[in-house]
């Protein structure tokens, strides 16, 4: 029976990190959790009191004070399931040290919502290009869930999409819990990138909140940004795929109308007249589609995709431009 445990092994600190270990270990499938955290205070305080103090502090974390570790190449070592999820904007430098022998016959779960900047890559390519990892042996986990909600155990769905469905299916039965249902799907492209480019709509959606536009006017920019992304995955990967399932539309929706969104939270301070600074000191948590919007703007040299709001979130981020001006000429855009 030991043998038959899968060795799982979640890389990161932060609030989504903290709630997929609450799912791993509520889910009853036999399992060895590892947790891996660049913090060696938050690691002795998670040991001695059973909860993050930095990110959703009341989950009672459930991992073996053995199996938490400050170095990632231990952590990697152990585990046959590696499950990435620090901001992207931090990956290169959590896995420093770490070499593609040590992914080697290893599957690995990406659950960020980013691109890894200067590389201008998802994760899944750059994993493969920097480790020669092999893509069918890596996974996304995404879907409209935000990490508060796990918490209170709301009933939550994700998607966790690999070039295998087999593998996805075997892998999702580790995540199920009463409150977490995990589809599964074969898109890791396009499910990768809709979840990249929704946390620019939810910047937008910020702004706009921001300066003065309402729910009304707030319906048509998320409108216009499902059939923005529609655009962008059909002429980067263009397969056959329903962009009103879960992961793209559904994800679209909580992050442009939840009060818990941090690229929202980010956008309306930024419409506010926050600076970017000052916007991500106050907030304590990352939001990924301030760094995406740069990324984005140089990766759609190459395709060309008509894609007026996030021009006009990365003018505003990048070029210093009014919101309000630039809301404006945005919304002369819309239909
Ligand atoms: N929070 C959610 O509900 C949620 C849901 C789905 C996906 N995600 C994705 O998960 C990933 C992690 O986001 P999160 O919401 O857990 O983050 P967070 O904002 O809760 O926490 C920030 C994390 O970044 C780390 N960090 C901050 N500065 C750093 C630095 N200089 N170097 C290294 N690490 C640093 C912190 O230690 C912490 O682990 C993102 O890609 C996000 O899009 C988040
Ligand atoms: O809504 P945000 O900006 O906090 O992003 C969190 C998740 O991606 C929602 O699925």
Redesign the pocket.
Known sequence: MEQNKLKIAVI??????T?IIKMLTDNTAPKEVFWW???EETLQHIRKFRHNPK?LSSIAICVKPENLSTQIKEVVEKAEVILL????A?LK??LEGITAADFKGKKIIS????IVPDENQIVGDFIHQHYQFPLDQFLVLSGP????EVALEKLSYLTLASQDKKLAAELACYFNTRYIKTNISDDIYGTEYAAVLK?IYAIASGICHAVGYGDNFQAVLISNAIREIKRFVDAVHPITRDINESAYLGDLLVTGYSQ?S?NRTFGNMIGKGYTVNSAQLEMN??A?GYYASNCLHEVNKKYQVDMPISKAVYAILYQKRSPVTEMKQLAEQLS
């Open positions: 990161g600190g932060g609030s989504w990190a709630a955290m660049r913090n990110y999820n620090v901001p992207a931090f430098n959590a659950a960020i919502k980013g869930c935000h990490a508060e946390n818990f941090r948590m990352v990924e």
